[in-house]
């Protein structure tokens, strides 16, 4: 593993979002003093981040229906080379918390998929558990890219074993599907729809604790170990989405650099891909301020919640930090150990900015670009190198990847100092000051032109036409985009009170996104 950071650094990522300037009004302040709404600054400097009181009184919230707080939720991460070998001691430890009369009834469920119960990490798990003298059962069907299907599976057989305590050993579909069965054990009579968010299900609140759940991520991309979200593909609707909710966050998060050893070359880019993305799109979110509707109730503040200082200081960090280390991925998978610790730490660092802030359009194009290519015809369908040529499958984070030049560009005159930011670390020390002299209008071309450049290096397909999609498909595409409302909601520019208008704007991004 790379040494400690210095206090130095520290303090550098914490300055990095001071002094940015207000993207409501320009002038620089704390965040947790911003009255967005008019920002009409009192002279009793009452902040815009309230606890409830009174609305009546001079002291309560600001007026209007946009939030005027915003939230911090990750789970506890532990990093560190031959970490996995503690999970045993962990589970036991959270089993002795347990009444004296109810321990001997504790049974742990590992979840992971038929690749990841092969490798070496599985063997560390177990011979982990049995030292602890554990009761488990493993449920390796987890699917990559899983659907309603195979969660209801893996909730069915959770629900008959009795499961208490929960280990996920994989990558995010692993860790998600963990999640999902947590949930539902947990709530014995619901349906899988009524957590899924809205408006393609219910969207309800997680009101209960959930069981104990450790994740151990196998690759460097999701974030999946930290955040409290969880994403499956409903083929009969052509498109994904997923549950969103802090009481889905793992307990434990263990990050361990020997677990992406065996990682493949493909797969590691595509993580390494949702890291960068995870973290460009949360920077760039709208402001907590500026989302709505404000929550009634604090439990139904949301945990994608828009742009905030402290997820800030995390995605711009992880941005900066992909950058540098994916195209090193790219050249050397296995041997570069520096590189593979540096994305691991990203992958986690953006799962706390991204979890509390949210992603946007990249992510949205991203659930029908990969749900439509299963259900074309096989003579239509892409297959991905690193993965089953029997399987149809547009990884993740090469679906977010492909509109991301357009997407960009079309975002930036929202804050042209942000893009202009995100610009400048593209770009590198010895070039950055190419952004410096760009007017604002010329900045989202240039940032365009720069997210090009850098999926070239790590062998991205060029546009949405490499992987078998046409001008015909732009009416589809953009009717699975907009379902995804949690996401889209974040998005800058987009007109979300005029259907017609955004319509055609997600048309026009799909349309540029054909070709690069």
């Not at 990095?16 to 993207?23: E, P, W, Y």
């Not at 609140?205 to 593909?233: F, N, Q, V, Y």
């Not at 001008?471 to 889209?488: F, H, M, T, Y």
């Amino acid at each position: 593993m790379p040494p400690p950071v210095s206090r130095a650094s520290v303090v550098r990522l914490l300055n990095l979002t001071s002094n940015q300037g207000c993207r409501g009004c320009g002038r620089t302040h704390s965040a947790l003093e911003h009255a967005p709404h008019g920002h009409s600054h009192s002279p009793l400097g009452v902040r815009g981040m309230a606890t409830p009181v009174d609305v009546k009184s001079p002291f309560g919230p600001p007026p209007g229906n946009t939030d005027y707080a915003f939230e911090m939720a990750a789970s506890t991460l532990r990093f560190g080379a031959h970490a996995t070998r503690e999970v045993g001691q962990d589970l036991s430890n959270m089993i002795n918390q347990l009444p004296a009369a109810d321990r001997s009834q504790a049974k742990i469920g590992v979840f992971t998929d038929p690749n990841v119960a092969k490798l070496p990490v599985m063997e560390v798990v177990e011979e982990s558990l049995m030292r602890e003298g554990l009761n488990w059962v493993t449920w390796e069907k987890c699917a990559v890219e899983p659907t309603d299907k195979s969660w209801q599976e893996a909730v069915d057989f959770s629900r008959t074993s009795h499961i208490t305590h929960f280990l996920a050993v994989g990558g995010g579909s692993s860790i998600d599907t963990a999640k999902a069965a947590n949930l539902f054990v947990n709530y014995p009579e619901a349906d899988l729809f009524d957590f899924i968010n809205a408006p393609i299900g219910k969207g309800l609140p997680i009101a209960k604790k959930l069981s104990p759940l450790i994740a151990i991520p196998t690759t460097a991309g999701t974030g999946s170990e930290t955040t409290g979200t969880a994403i499956l593909d409903i083929p009969s609707r052509q498109f994904k989405t997923g549950i969103a909710s802090r009481a889905l966050k793992p307990t434990l998060g263990i990050v361990d650099l020997n677990n992406t050893a065996t990682c493949p070359k493909e797969v590691a880019i595509s993580a390494g891909l949702d890291v960068l993305f995870h973290s460009l799109e949360s920077w760039t979110a709208v402001p907590y301020y500026d989302r709505s509707p404000r929550p009634s109730n604090p439990i139904n503040r949301p945990a994608y919640q828009g742009s905030n200082p402290i997820s800030d200081i995390f995605s711009r960090w992880a941005l900066e930090t992909t950058i540098k280390y994916l195209p090193r991925i790219a050249r050397d998978p296995f041997g570069d150990e520096e590189a593979r610790a540096q994305m691991l730490l990203a992958a986690s660092t953006a799962g706390i900015g991204f979890g509390n802030a949210g992603v946007h359009m990249c992510h949205a194009f991203s659930y029908p670009i990969s749900s439509l290519n299963k259900g074309r015809p096989k003579s239509t369908q892409y297959h991905h190198p690193s993965y089953s040529p029997n399987v149809p499958l547009i990884p993740h984070g090469v679906a977010v990847s492909l509109t991301a030049p357009a997407v960009f560009n079309f975002t930036a005159p929202s804050s042209p100092s942000r893009h202009r930011e995100a610009l400048s670390v593209f770009l590198g020390k010895e070039r950055a000051h190419e952004a410096d002299g760009l007017k604002d209008v010329d900045v989202g071309r240039k940032l365009s032109e720069e997210i090009q450049r850098f999926l070239d290096l790590v062998e991205v397909p060029r546009g949405l036409s490499k992987v078998g999609y046409g001008s015909g498909d732009i009416a589809k595409l953009v009717e699975g985009c907009l379902p995804q409302r949690r996401v889209l909601d974040l998005a800058p520019v987009l007109a979300k009170d005029n259907l017609a208008e955004e319509k055609e704007q997600l048309a026009a991004i799909v349309e540029k996104s054909l070709n690069w």
